[in-house]
C-alpha cells in the first residue's frame, strides 16, 4: 500500500517507511509527471525543439492536404480508369470519392480532439497515420468505384483526420508569441505540395496508372508516422529532468505517463462563449461552395479549353498564392489585437466567394490563371488564421475541442458541396451555375463573421463591470471593517484612560 502524503511520517509502521517497490515507484513516477491538479501549463519556449515540430507539422499540412488538394487530378484519372460511359452519373458519383475524403477529415475532428486531450499529441498522430497509411495503400486494389467509399474516404480520411489535428494543438504548446508566424509556415506545407503534386500526378498517372499512383502516395503517409513521434509534450516541471524521466520517456510512445483525463468527454460548455458559437456557425455556412473548385476545376478546364496543354497549372497556381498568403497573412496576424484577426478571414470569404463565382466568365486561359492566383492567396489567410484566432476565442485548454467542434462541422459543408456541383453538371452539361452557386455561401458566412468582434467585446465590458462590481463591494467591506476595528480599539482606550 502507497501510504497518503497527508499522513505524517512518525504514524506509518515500519513496512511503510521502507523504499517503495518498482510499481509504488512508477506510480510515484507517473503523479509527479501528471503535475498537480489546476497547475499552469508551462510557457511556450518560442523555438528550440519548437522548430522540429513546426518541421514535423508541415510535413502533415503538406502531404494530407496536398493530396487533398490535388485530388482533381486523381479526379480524372479516377473516371478513366474506373468510369463507366454507360452511366450518365458517373461524374456525380466520382465526385463523392474526394468530398468523402475531405468532409471525412474534419468531422472526425471532435472525436480526435477527445483523444488528444486523453492520449496527448503524439500518440493521437502516430497511430493515425498508421491508419492513413493502410486506407490509402488499400485503396490501390480496388476495382470499381465503390470500394474506395470506405478505402479511401473513410479509412484514409479518418487516419489524416487523427494525425492532423493535433498538428494544430501541438504548434500552442511550443509558440506563442510567434504563433501566427508558426502557423502560416505550417499551413504553407499544403502549399508546397498542391504546388508539386499535380505535375507529379500526372506524370504518375500517366506513366504508372492509378493504383501505382496510390501506392507512391502512401509513402507520403509513412513519413508522416515517422514525423509525428516528435510530437513530444512538454516537460512539466524541473523534477522531471532532475529525475530524468524526462529523458526515458522521450522516445516512448506508449510511456507510463498518467493523462489527466478531461472532465467532460465532449465540451460543450464551450458554445456558451457566444462569439466562439457565432464563429463556429458563420465558417462551416461559409464553406458549402469552398471545396468546389478543387474537384471539379480541373474536369471544367479539360471541357472549357481542351487544346491547352499543362492544364494541371491552375491547380499550381492556387498552390503557389496560398503558400505566399499563409505567410504573409499568418504575420500580419501577429500584429492584429485580439479578436479582430477574424476581419482577416472576412476579407479572405469576400474574395473566394467572387473569385469562385468569375471562373465561368474567364473565356481566356490567362484570365483564369489570374482567379486562381487571388483565389489562392486568400485561401491561405482563411486557412492560415484559424488556430490563432480558436486561441483568442477560448481559454488555451479548451483549444483542442474549439478547433475540434469547429472542424466537425466544416465536414458537412465540405463533403455536400463537390456533389451537388457535379450533380448539377451531370443534369445541365456545365459547370457554369455550380460555380455561380458555390459564390454565394462565402460572402454569406462573412457577413456572420463581422458580428464576432463585437459580440466579444460587448462581452468583455460586462465582465470587465461584473468585476469592478466586485472589487468596489470588497473595497468598501475592507474599509468597514477597519472603521469597526479602529473605532473599537479607540472604545477600549478611552475605558482604560477613564
Same mark, same amino acid.
Given at each position: 500500500?502507497?501510504?497518503?502524503?497527508?499522513?505524517?511520517?512518525?504514524?506509518?509502521?515500519?513496512?511503510? !517507511?521502507?523504499?517503495?517497490?518498482?510499481?509504488?515507484?512508477?506510480?510515484?513516477?507517473?503523479?509527479?509527471?501528471?503535475?498537480?491538479?489546476?497547475?499552469?501549463?508551462?510557457?511556450?519556449?518560442?523555438?528550440?525543439?519548437?522548430?522540429?515540430?513546426?518541421?514535423?507539422?508541415?510535413?502533415?499540412?503538406?502531404?494530407?492536404?496536398?493530396?487533398?488538394?490535388?485530388?482533381?487530378?486523381?479526379?480524372?484519372?479516377?473516371?478513366?480508369? *474506373?468510369?463507366?460511359?454507360?452511366?450518365?452519373?458517373?461524374?456525380?458519383?466520382?465526385?463523392?470519392?474526394?468530398? *468523402?475524403?475531405?468532409? $471525412?477529415?474534419?468531422?472526425?475532428?471532435?472525436?480526435?480532439?477527445?483523444?488528444?486531450?486523453?492520449?496527448?499529441?503524439?500518440?493521437?498522430?502516430?497511430?493515425?497515420?498508421? &491508419?492513413?497509411?493502410?486506407?490509402?495503400?488499400?485503396?490501390?486494389?480496388?476495382?470499381?468505384?465503390?470500394?474506395?467509399?470506405? !478505402?479511401?474516404?473513410?479509412? @484514409?480520411?479518418?487516419?489524416?483526420?487523427?494525425?492532423?489535428?493535433?498538428?494544430?494543438?501541438?504548434?500552442?504548446?511550443?509558440?506563442?508569441?510567434?504563433?501566427?508566424? &508558426?502557423?502560416? =509556415?505550417?499551413?504553407?506545407?499544403?502549399?508546397?505540395?498542391?504546388?508539386?503534386?499535380?505535375?507529379?500526378?500526372?506524370?504518375?498517372?500517366?506513366?504508372?496508372?492509378?493504383?501505382?499512383?496510390?501506392?507512391?502516395?502512401?509513402?507520403?503517409?509513412?513519413?508522416?508516422?515517422?514525423?509525428?513521434?516528435?510530437?513530444?509534450?512538454?516537460?512539466?516541471?524541473?523534477?522531471?529532468?532532475?529525475?530524468?524521466?524526462?529523458?526515458?520517456?522521450?522516445?516512448?510512445?506508449?510511456?507510463?505517463?498518467? %493523462?489527466?483525463?478531461?472532465?467532460?468527454?465532449?465540451?460543450?460548455?464551450?458554445?456558451?462563449?457566444?462569439?466562439?458559437?457565432?464563429?463556429?456557425?458563420? =465558417?462551416?455556412?461559409?464553406?458549402?461552395?469552398?471545396?468546389?473548385?478543387?474537384?471539379?476545376? #480541373?474536369?471544367?478546364?479539360?471541357?472549357?479549353?481542351?487544346?491547352?496543354?499543362?492544364?494541371?497549372?491552375?491547380?499550381?497556381?492556387?498552390?503557389?498564392?496560398?503558400?505566399?498568403?499563409?505567410?504573409?497573412?499568418?504575420?500580419?496576424?501577429?500584429?492584429?489585437?485580439?479578436?479582430?484577426?477574424?476581419?482577416? +478571414?472576412?476579407?479572405?470569404?469576400?474574395?473566394?466567394?467572387? #473569385?469562385? $463565382? $468569375?471562373?465561368? *466568365?474567364?473565356?481566356?486561359?490567362?484570365?483564369?490563371?489570374?482567379?486562381?492566383?487571388?483565389?489562392?492567396?486568400?485561401?491561405?489567410? @482563411?486557412?492560415?488564421? #484559424?488556430?490563432?484566432?480558436?486561441?483568442?476565442?477560448?481559454? !488555451?485548454?479548451?483549444?483542442? +475541442?474549439?478547433?475540434?467542434?469547429?472542424?466537425? %462541422?466544416?465536414?458537412?459543408?465540405?463533403?455536400?458541396?463537390?456533389?451537388?456541383?457535379?450533380?448539377?453538371?451531370?443534369?445541365?452539361?456545365?459547370?457554369? &451555375?455550380?460555380?455561380?452557386?458555390?459564390?454565394?455561401?462565402?460572402? =454569406?458566412?462573412?457577413?456572420?463573421?463581422?458580428? =464576432?468582434?463585437?459580440?466579444?467585446?460587448?462581452?468583455?465590458?460586462?465582465?470587465?463591470?461584473?468585476?469592478?462590481?466586485?472589487? #468596489?463591494?470588497?473595497? *468598501?467591506?475592507? +474599509?468597514?471593517?477597519?472603521?469597526?476595528?479602529?473605532?473599537?480599539? %479607540?472604545?477600549?482606550?478611552?475605558?482604560?484612560?477613564?
Amino acid at each position: 500500500m502507497v501510504p497518503s502524503q497527508e499522513e505524517p511520517a512518525a504514524e506509518r509502521g515500519p513496512s511503510e !517507511t521502507q523504499p517503495p517497490g518498482p510499481e509504488a515507484a512508477a506510480e510515484k513516477v507517473e503523479l509527479d509527471l501528471a503535475g498537480p491538479a489546476g497547475a499552469e501549463p508551462p510557457q511556450p519556449p518560442e523555438g528550440g525543439r519548437g522548430w522540429l515540430v513546426m518541421l514535423a507539422a508541415m510535413w502533415c499540412n503538406g502531404s494530407v492536404f496536398g493530396i487533398q488538394n490535388s485530388c482533381g487530378v486523381l479526379f480524372v484519372s479516377m473516371l478513366k480508369t *474506373l468510369g463507366s460511359t454507360d452511366d450518365d452519373l458517373m461524374v456525380f458519383k466520382t465526385a463523392w470519392v474526394s468530398s *468523402l475524403s475531405m468532409g $471525412m477529415i474534419f468531422f472526425c475532428c471532435p472525436i480526435v480532439s477527445v483523444f488528444t486531450d486523453i492520449f496527448g499529441c503524439r500518440k493521437t498522430a502516430v497511430v493515425g497515420a498508421a &491508419v492513413a497509411f493502410i486506407g490509402l495503400l488499400s485503396s490501390s486494389f480496388v476495382s470499381s468505384i465503390e470500394p474506395l467509399y470506405l !478505402t479511401y474516404g473513410i479509412i @484514409f480520411a479518418c487516419g489524416c483526420s487523427f494525425a492532423y489535428q493535433p498538428s494544430l494543438v501541438i504548434l500552442g504548446h511550443y509558440f506563442k508569441k510567434r504563433l501566427g508566424l &508558426v502557423n502560416g =509556415i505550417v499551413t504553407a506545407g499544403s502549399s508546397i505540395f498542391t504546388i508539386l503534386l499535380p505535375f507529379l500526378l500526372r506524370v504518375l498517372t500517366d506513366s504508372v496508372g492509378l493504383f501505382y499512383t496510390l501506392r507512391i502516395l502512401s509513402i507520403f503517409m509513412f513519413v508522416l508516422f515517422l514525423a509525428s513521434f516528435t510530437y513530444r509534450p512538454l516537460a512539466s516541471s524541473a523534477k522531471d529532468k532532475e529525475s530524468g524521466t524526462e529523458g526515458s520517456n522521450r522516445f516512448s510512445l506508449f510511456s507510463r505517463r498518467k %493523462f489527466s483525463p478531461p472532465k467532460k468527454f465532449f465540451n460543450f460548455a464551450i458554445f456558451k462563449v457566444t462569439a466562439y458559437a457565432v464563429w463556429a456557425v458563420g =465558417i462551416p455556412l461559409a464553406l458549402f461552395g469552398y471545396f468546389v473548385p478543387y474537384v471539379h476545376l #480541373m474536369k471544367y478546364v479539360n471541357e472549357r479549353f481542351e487544346n491547352g496543354k499543362n492544364k494541371e497549372v491552375v491547380l499550381m497556381c492556387i498552390g503557389i498564392t496560398s503558400g505566399v498568403g499563409r505567410l504573409l497573412f499568418g504575420r500580419i496576424a501577429d500584429y492584429v489585437p485580439g479578436v479582430k484577426k477574424v476581419y482577416l +478571414q472576412v476579407l479572405s470569404f469576400v474574395f473566394i466567394g467572387l #473569385m469562385s $463565382m $468569375m471562373i465561368p *466568365l474567364c473565356n481566356d486561359f490567362g484570365a483564369l490563371i489570374a482567379v486562381c492566383l487571388i483565389m489562392g492567396l486568400f485561401d491561405g489567410c @482563411f486557412i492560415s488564421i #484559424m488556430a490563432p484566432t480558436a486561441f483568442e476565442l477560448v481559454d !488555451t485548454w479548451d483549444v483542442s +475541442q474549439a478547433i475540434g467542434f469547429l472542424l466537425g %462541422f466544416m465536414s458537412i459543408p465540405m463533403t455536400v458541396g463537390p456533389p451537388i456541383a457535379g450533380l448539377l453538371r451531370d443534369e445541365l452539361g456545365s459547370y457554369d &451555375v455550380a460555380f455561380y452557386l458555390a459564390g454565394i455561401p462565402p460572402l =454569406i458566412g462573412s457577413a456572420v463573421l463581422c458580428f =464576432i468582434p463585437w459580440i466579444h467585446s460587448k462581452k468583455q465590458r460586462e465582465i470587465s463591470k461584473t468585476t469592478g462590481g466586485e472589487k #468596489m463591494e470588497t473595497m *468598501l467591506e475592507n +474599509q468597514n471593517s477597519l472603521l469597526s476595528n479602529s473605532s473599537g480599539i %479607540f472604545k477600549k482606550d478611552s475605558d482604560s484612560v477613564i
